[in-house]
Nanobody, 111 residues
């Protein structure tokens, strides 16, 4: 029932920042945990961060201290602030809640 749409990806130099957004429609995200995941060519889908229904976050070690996940239940959106980006962060980033997945947004970090 819920539809998710990521935005904010792009090309950035190493050390730069990007802010991704995930907008939900069709139903509220309230009461559900939301996660960000990423996938690079030839690699498995990797967990990035989970944001609980109350806003509590848990991060993968690879992004801890650099990425910040947050949510705004009133706006029915979830964000991922990415700082100090590295080339290894290059991937398609997806948001997920319950059984719904977005279409993904490409993040490319150049050396």
């Amino acid at each position: 029932q819920v539809q998710l749409a990521e935005s904010g990806g792009g090309l950035v130099q190493a050390g730069g920042s990007l802010r991704l957004s995930c907008a939900a429609s069709g139903r509220t995200l309230r009461g559900y945990a939301v996660g960000w995941y990423r996938q690079s060519p030839g690699k498995a889908c990797e967990f990035v961060v989970v944001i609980s229904s109350g806003g509590t976050t848990g991060y993968a070690d690879s992004v801890k201290g650099r990425f910040t996940g947050s949510r705004d239940n009133a706006k029915n959106t979830v964000s991922l602030q990415m700082n100090s980006l590295k080339p290894e962060d290059t991937a398609i980033y997806f948001c997920n809640s319950n059984t719904a997945w977005g279409q993904g947004t490409q993040v490319t970090v150049s050396s």
